[in-house]
């Protein structure tokens, strides 16, 4: 498995080669449609995150190796290819790692001041979501 940094470094790579910003939104739609089925049962306002413009749902578990499993979806097309970035730089990661990451992607393929204000807000809510989770099974795992 890659580490944080270097899926950061592919995004980077990726986005580097759609210079046109209509093929980078074409691009990010199409990544959200990778995103695995979110079951209608769970989006619930639990697992909704404040914050969003769009409706976006995320929710977690810890594995049997300490790594955090999230599930994620929006109602929103651009705004759930921004969770499935999200979700490929995180998914799968030790509470430390996501805690000690740094999300530079966001910035470095232009997507923060590409966003709407209330769709940044969006994306910082939705890293905060994410990183309060990963806080939960830090202190669950040293208690």
Not at 124 to 129: D, F, K, L, P, S
Request: aromatic share 8%; hydrophobic share 40%; proline share 3%.
């Amino acid at each position: 498995m890659s580490t944080i940094n270097e899926t950061q470094d592919e995004i980077i790579e990726e986005f580097e080669g759609l210079t046109d910003w209509m093929d980078r939104y074409a691009y990010i739609i199409d990544l959200g449609n990778t995103l695995p089925e979110y079951p209608e049962s769970e989006k619930t306002p639990a697992n909704l995150i404040e914050g969003c413009q769009s409706r976006v749902w995320i929710d977690a578990k810890l594995d049997a190796e300490g790594r955090i499993d999230f599930r994620a979806d929006s109602d929103a097309l651009i705004v759930k290819g921004i969770v499935a970035l999200l979700m490929r730089v995180l998914d799968h990661r030790t509470p430390d790692e996501i805690l000690d990451a740094d999300l530079y992607f966001i910035d470095r393929i232009g997507l923060s001041e590409h966003l709407s204000p209330t769709r940044s807000n969006g994306l910082v809510a939705m890293v905060r979501q994410i990183r309060d989770y990963a806080r939960a099974f830090k202190a669950l795992q040293q208690a």
